[in-house]
């Protein structure tokens, strides 16, 4: 019953992140992953995957203020990228350590996708984001691959970075045809 429940929030969330990639907005970009994160929680939730999960949480934050200064046109300073990078890696210490008792060196790679997520959002230019986005995509999907996480996480990773590799292309490499007179 829970996979089910999980698949179906990993999915909305899939759906989110997808329309993420193809908007022409960065504060629409990050509204759309504000979504994604909030059914990927939910995801995670019910599959036991709580480092994954309270990452997540912090990631939720972090878009959140990206997404207040981006709306008002500003660039959040840099304190905020650190500020959830030292979130991420006490988030990673406190699940691990303290309540689960074990370290998964595995949880390394999602906690190293978690900081160039951070360090990304802050960036204001859309392309330079899309371009930098299959890094950390890349180990998430890395991290669910080798954590043996459902296939619908894994699948969700991988169409989020499709998504991306096609946003990409569809508004940086090909350009659209220029309509001629005449």
């Known amino acids: 019953m829970f996979e089910v429940l999980a698949l179906i929030a990993s999915f909305i969330g899939m759906s989110f992140v997808v329309c993420a990639y193809f908007v022409k907005k960065k504060e629409l970009y990050l509204l759309f992953q504000f979504l994604c994160i909030i059914f990927l929680i939910l995801s995670y939730f ?20 990206f997404y207040l200064y981006e709306k008002k046109g500003m660039l959040a300073p840099l304190i905020w990228p650190i500020v959830f990078t030292i979130l991420s890696l006490a988030s990673y210490f406190i699940i691990n350590l303290w309540i689960l008792g074990t370290i998964k060196p595995v949880d390394t790679i999602f906690l190293i996708g978690l900081i160039f ?27 669910n691959v080798l954590s043996h996480a459902p296939i619908f996480a894994v699948l969700s990773y991988a169409f989020e970075l499709s998504a991306n590799i096609v946003s990409i292309f569809k508004y940086h490499v090909i350009k659209p045809k220029q309509k001629t007179l005449g």
Do not use: C, N, Q, W
């Not at 480092?51 to 997540?56: I, Q, S």
């Not at 997520?117 to 991290?143: E, Q």
């Open 46 to 65: 019910f599959t036991g995957e709580y480092f994954a999960m309270a990452g997540l949480v912090v990631a939720l934050i972090r878009t959140l203020v």
């Open 117 to 143: 997520y951070a360090f990304i959002f802050r960036i204001r230019d859309l392309k330079i984001v899309r371009f930098s986005m299959p890094i950390p995509t890349g180990l998430s999907l890395l991290y």
